[in-house]
């Protein structure tokens, strides 16, 4: 039987929670749920855990609760902690892939990975870099949103960097998708069957790659436009000429020509309105997808800490949402949490080395 046991079984008796038994209680149980782990720097987890214990503490003296009311919170405080970890911290390091003992340098990694609930990335490197960027989140928004619901319904569990980590996550993943789907659908380019750009999965996602002109495929569709529209054609009319054929090659030859007036004045519009786009600048503006991406990445920007203005996070928010984008609205929840708090101030970190890039 662990520690953590035994004082839940010699403390279930007792109505009431001295602070002193509380205290020695939320020892155990910290160095149960997060042993300290070697590294340097803030250790993230470790300080949200004991404000979390202390909030438990509170709410169980305020309700008169005892022992197991208090253990019940600290659980789901550690819960939720022990969750956003394992949905935020990137496959790579946590471990769990290896089969076999783990390398020096793959051991140094995750032990200092244990000490962050969560490290930010620039959606914008990702969106440049394409989806194997090392800048790119692989968490699932909807396994978040799980987990913020238990976070936000418990009433009493409420910390500013878990808020923040909730929020900054929920707006990193949501743009990371919305601009894979950006250059998917809106880069200028050809198409392919499903109507995707046709370098997206060859470059994946290079941004640079993708706009990268493609002197080889426009020879190569260069050559089989010639050969499909004049060489195949030209030379199945001059053999039926040959042939003796030359009522059918006549009549071939009528709707041939027919056919290539008609491509040729729709290639001719098509370069007239071109012309006239890039005479007025049309050419040089960002497809609006593009644009709204941008501005949305501004909402992002504005949650840098280590100090935030969550008033200023919510009008940026608002602005690009009436620009067509959409937020979850556990994030509108969160912010406005927040501003009931403290209209100007949001203190989301508390070293500098917390939650750093």
């Known amino acids: 039987m662990s520690q953590y046991d035994s004082d839940r079984e010699s403390a279930s008796a007792t109505s009431t929670l001295a602070a002193s038994v509380a205290a020695e209680i939320a020892r155990s149980w910290l160095a149960e749920r997060h042993p300290p782990s070697p590294g340097y720097g803030e250790d993230q987890i470790r300080w949200v855990l004991l404000d979390l214990a202390g909030q438990a503490f509170k709410e169980t003296a305020r309700r008169g609760d005892g022992v197991k009311a208090y253990r019940d919170r600290l659980d789901a405080a550690g819960d939720v902690v022990e969750a956003l970890w394992g949905i935020l911290t990137p496959n790579r390091l946590k471990g769990w892939h290896r089969t076999g003992e783990p390398t020096a340098e793959e051991a140094k990694a995750e032990a200092a ?10 959606p914008l490197v990702a969106f440049r870099e394409g989806y194997e960027s090392e800048s790119a989140v692989e968490h699932s928004n909807e396994e978040v949103i799980s987990v913020a619901a238990d976070y936000v319904s418990s009433g009493w569990m409420r910390h500013p960097f878990v808020d923040w980590v909730l929020v900054d996550a929920l707006i990193t993943r949501e743009l990371q998708a919305f601009g894979e789907e950006v250059k998917q659908k809106h880069l200028p380019g050809r198409r392919d069957l499903l109507g995707v750009h046709h370098r997206y999965f060859a470059t994946k996602g290079n941004l640079d790659a993708m706009k990268r002109p493609d002197f080889l495929g426009a020879a190569r569709r260069a050559f089989l436009y010639l050969l499909i ?30 056919l290539m007036a008609l491509h ?86 508390k070293t500098k080395d917390a939650g750093r890039t």
């Open 264 to 349: 040729l004045t729709f290639v001719a519009v098509r370069v007239v309105r071109w012309m006239w786009r890039t005479s007025r600048g049309d050419g040089a503006k960002q497809p609006p997808a593009f644009e709204l991406w941008t501005d949305m990445h501004q909402v992002w920007r504005v949650l840098t800490g280590p100090v935030l203005n969550p008033t200023l996070v919510r009008e940026h928010m608002a602005r690009t949402a009436g620009k067509g984008a959409v937020w979850d609205n556990i994030v509108w929840s969160i912010v406005d949490s927040r501003i009931a708090s403290d209209p100007a101030v949001w203190m989301v970190m």
């Open 229 to 258: 529209n004049w060489a195949i054609p030209i030379g199945v009319i001059s053999l039926l000429y040959v042939q003796g054929w030359s009522t059918t090659a006549t009549w071939v030859l009528g709707i041939y020509g027919a």
């Open 113 to 122: 990975a244990r000490r962050y609930l969560w490290k930010r990335r620039d």
